[in-house]
């Protein structure tokens, strides 16, 4: 619900729990009065009262006399050079080759659903009365750009979406230096700032820092979000916990360079700006022209960081995931990667696919290698043509399908090998600058997917196998960052609008792929989880979480991914690693999208018998992991020994509690509190006939002490409502 007081001039922004207050002061200032637990008050103009001129800081020569100044004001939409000194959402360059910009109220709209980002992923409703959209137009008198603020605000989750859309309304040309998606002030300091930090094999590390004076954050300037920086952040109020305390939580819908910058200032005031990354980021705006930056989603809860957690799950699973796999059940998956690598041929894959089906798999996956010359990475991406002297695949897909399976493929659309046909013949189709040699990673290029006829060739070349051969679900990977970033089409003016533009063409072609084959089921991956991110979530309802799968080391994996994205998003497989036993394997798989990654021909019987009872498991426990709450119940940042988590169905009756022994410690007694139950139903132990009330499992706990003590044992307890 978005309420304007006219006679006080205020935004009054209602999600179900939250509010999120903005004013219009005097000049047009565009204030952020409050954002958090839900206010039944409109008039929040006493909060102002603090915002008089510091010593130093400049005014508003009308506002000088009330003392009023930018640079302690909670600005809505900060820009830059007009006396507001911390991080600014925008500086736009203009005619006179300066950057002050400065933006005033002008008018607003209100109207019921939301829109569509133009080639950019975004949060989505289903009918308009999901959600209302308030629009708030600023402009610079000087310039002429106007800046429409563009918030969602959702009836069904505790979610704010936020963007911008520029349009240069002057008579001269205008170049964008910052565009940011959106800006927070918090009227303290008194914040935890949470990250997700990693590398390859390490992807979303929980990193959990008090705010200090000066800048802190997270950025990407790797071309995409990153295995190093995910483009999520929370700011957790001091001592706020896993179940108490108030967190807010941000992401941007984008899966390029980002930045989530916060600035703590003399207040001491918090503002917290998110969007593209500023560095390497100049966007010309001619007059008449218009840009639009991606979305952030902004989340409030005060019940700690499972409670932000849990709405972001929801709303991703709800108004972000699409298509015919949104909530459909997915196929239960075995990948060739682990198993085979480069070395395979059609009657290894079939013979996978034979054993696959008597265990109970659903889909093969072919991965790398089937194409072009490629029996190694040194080689052939960019032909997406298929490698006959290695396999038939119309005989390898017709065997998959007559035993049952589904069959899947790998590609690499965004890459380019220096050996493959491709690029002898088009040179200039990678990415590169002039006068530079560009820098090899895994051996491969990047190829210019924001040029048009780029993208239609290998979406033709994608075509030509998709059109050809029945496939069901594709695997889209990404090897590596990106440097020396250019395009052969963009003069020096618009070089610096190469990585953004790399990022729509990425959007575009996965577009065109998901609205040519809607049935097909696209995972998205970047040498593991190096771009697990909302955007990419709009495309593909599932991404590959880490090629990392000891089933340990993905404990802190899945858990730090567990922030904002859901279950079901999560690409999990049980592989040949041998750190822990295959129950432990199939009980932390068990949390995301479940998989093998592994020769099915060369397990012993004991172990056939065991994945055919994971399977049994997966099939058991599928609509509460996908459709239940999660509850992190020990996470591993806390507890170096063991950690548990859950799945509560929606409707309280079931849930399904694991718990991992990372490290055995000496403990007598432990009892494992349970959340998210009904205190006053009972719940009865699965295979037991003990019977206890939620009350007593979420309060007192259930004794675990003697079940799980071993290092990288596992146990998995199931209650369901009684009665
Ligand atoms: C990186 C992915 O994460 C792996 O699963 C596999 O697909 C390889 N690339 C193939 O090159």
Redesign the pocket.
């Known amino acids: 619900m978005i309420l304007f007081d006219e006679a006080k001039q205020v935004f009054h922004l209602n999600t179900p729990g939250t509010s999120y207050v903005i004013g219009i002061h005097d000049e047009g200032l565009l204030l952020n009065l409050y954002y958090g637990k839900r206010l039944p008050d409109h008039d929040l103009w006493h909060l102002s009262r603090r915002m008089r001129c510091a010593s130093f800081s400049p005014c508003d020569p009308v506002l000088a006399p009330t003392g009023f100044s930018v640079d302690v004001a909670p600005m809505e939409y900060p820009t830059n050079g007009r006396g507001d000194f911390r991080v600014s959402a925008v500086a736009a360059k203009n005619r006179d080759g300066n950057t002050v910009t400065d933006l005033r109220y002008q008018s607003y709209r209100i109207f019921a659903g939301k829109p569509d980002l133009p080639g950019l992923p975004h949060l989505y409703v289903t009918n308009d009365a999901q959600c209302d959209t308030l629009e708030i137009t600023l402009c610079d008198p000087y310039t002429n750009l106007t800046a429409v603020l563009v918030y969602s605000v959702f009836k069904d989750c505790d979610v704010i979406t936020k963007y911008v859309r520029f349009v240069n309304h002057g008579t001269h040309p205008l170049k964008l230096c910052r565009a940011m998606s959106s800006c927070l002030d918090l009227p303290s300091m008194d914040y935890d700032l949470i990250t997700l930090y990693g590398r390859h094999v390490k992807e979303r590390q929980f990193v959990r820092r008090p705010l200090a004076h000066g800048l802190q954050g997270v950025r990407s300037v790797r071309g995409s979000s990153s295995h190093a920086q995910n483009p999520f952040a929370a700011l957790a109020q001091t001592g706020a916990t896993e179940t108490t305390g108030n967190v807010y939580g941000f992401n941007l819908v984008y899966s390029g360079n980002f930045e989530i910058t916060g600035e703590v200032d003399f207040g001491p005031t918090t503002r917290m700006v998110m969007g593209i990354c500023g560095t390497d980021f100049l966007w010309n705006l001619q007059p008449g022209e218009s840009f639009t930056t991606p979305e952030a989603v902004h989340v409030f809860s005060d019940r700690g960081l499972g409670g932000m957690s849990r709405i972001f799950h929801r709303a991703y699973s709800d108004h972000l995931i699409r298509g015919r796999w949104q909530y459909e059940k997915r196929p239960l998956l075995i990948?060739s990667?682990?198993a085979a690598?480069f070395d395979f041929d059609t009657d290894k894959l079939i013979a996978f696919a034979r054993q696959a089906k008597e265990l109970g798999i659903e889909l093969l996956v072919m991965?790398?290698?089937w194409f072009g010359k490629r029996n190694d990475?040194t080689t052939s991406l960019g032909d997406w043509f298929i490698n006959t002297d290695k396999l038939d695949l119309g005989r390898l897909v017709d065997a998959v399908h007559e035993l049952g399976l589904k069959f899947g493929i790998?590609f690499?659309p965004e890459m380019i090998s220096p050996d493959s046909d491709l690029y002898r013949a088009h040179p200039d189709w990678c990415v590169h600058v002039p006068g530079r040699v560009p820098s090899l990673a895994?051996q491969q290029y990047v190829i210019d997917v924001s040029r048009e006829d780029v993208r239609d060739n290998i979406f033709g070349q994608i075509r030509a196998i998709l059109d050809n051969y029945e496939i069901d679900y594709l695997?889209w990977?990404f090897?590596r960052n990106l440097s020396e970033a250019g395009s052969a089409l963009l003069d020096a003016d618009r070089a610096q609008e190469f990585f953004h533009r790399f990022v729509l063409g990425t959007y575009d072609l996965q577009n065109r792929l998901t609205n040519t084959y809607p049935d097909l089921l696209l995972e998205n991956?970047?040498?593991?989880?190096?771009r697990f991110d909302p955007g990419m979530l709009y495309y593909s309802p599932q991404i590959?979480t880490?090629?990392n799968t000891d089933p340990i080391e993905r404990l802190m994996i899945q858990f730090g991914t567990s922030l904002c994205y859901p279950a079901s998003t999560m690409g999990a497989h049980v592989s040949a690693c041998d750190r822990t036993g295959y129950e432990t394997k199939g009980n932390v798989a068990l949390w995301g999208t479940f998989g093998y990654?592994l020769d099915p021909c060369k397990l012993d019987e004991q172990t056939k018998a065991t994945v055919k009872q994971q399977v049994a498991e997966y099939h058991r426990y599928y609509d509460l992991i996908h459709t239940g709450d999660l509850y992190r119940l020990i996470c591993p940042w806390d507890n170096p020994f063991c950690c548990a988590w859950s799945f509560v169905s929606r409707d309280q009756n079931e849930t399904l509690v694991t718990l991992v022994c990372m490290r055995h410690e000496e403990q007598v007694l432990f009892h494992l509190k349970l959340q998210g139950l009904d205190p006053e139903k009972r719940y009865q132990l699965e295979g037991t006939d003990e019977i206890y009330s939620g009350a007593l499992l979420m309060y007192a706990g259930v004794d675990v002490s003697e079940r799980a003590d071993r290092d990288g044992d596992s146990l998995k307890l199931h209650f369901t409502a009684i009665g």
């Open positions: 990948n990667w682990e690598y991965d790398d290698g990475d790998w690499e895994r695997k990977d090897n991956c970047s040498g593991g989880g190096g590959w880490s090629d990654e």
